[in-house]
Nanobody
Framework: QVQLTESGGGLVQAGGSLRLSCAAS????????MGWFRQHPGKEREFVAA????????FHADSVRGRFTIARDNAKNTVFLQMNSLKPEDTAVYYC?????????????????WGQGTQVTVSS
């Protein structure tokens, strides 16, 4: 079973940048669609970005489009989320997720494997 481990979270000032990484182990994700989701305290998990298995097709939520970019390196079994122009409302726990299928969706229940999450805090 694929195991996902996120890293790169932390505390940053508004307007700053962070790069999240999601490394897969115990299996390959090169044929899997991948997604990033986030969860604000007391709220449901929400979609942030997703990529097809090749990385050729990506989709970003309206709230982050133009600021965040998802990318993948299948040779390294890793997916990234570059976050620029961060805002206090981006503060959340960010989760990486993998689907068994190669095409992505924006629905969290469609994803089969999840990481433990990494905290991102943006101060004003």
């Amino acid at each position: 079973q694929v195991q996902l481990t996120e890293s790169g979270g932390g505390l940053v000032q508004a307007g700053g940048s962070l790069r999240l990484s999601c490394a897969a182990s115990r299996g390959s994700i090169r044929n899997n669609a991948m997604g990033w989701f986030r969860q604000h305290p007391g709220k449901e998990r929400e979609f942030v970005a997703a990529t097809s298995w090749t990385g050729a097709t990506t989709f970003h939520a309206d709230s982050v489009r133009g600021r965040f970019t998802i990318a993948r390196d299948n040779a390294k079994n890793t997916v990234f989320l570059q976050m620029n122009s961060l805002k206090p409302e981006d503060t959340a726990v960010y989760y990486c997720a993998a689907r068994r299928l190669s095409y992505y969706t924006t629905t969290s229940s469609d994803y089969d494997y999840w990481g433990q999450g990494t905290q991102v805090t943006v101060s004003s």
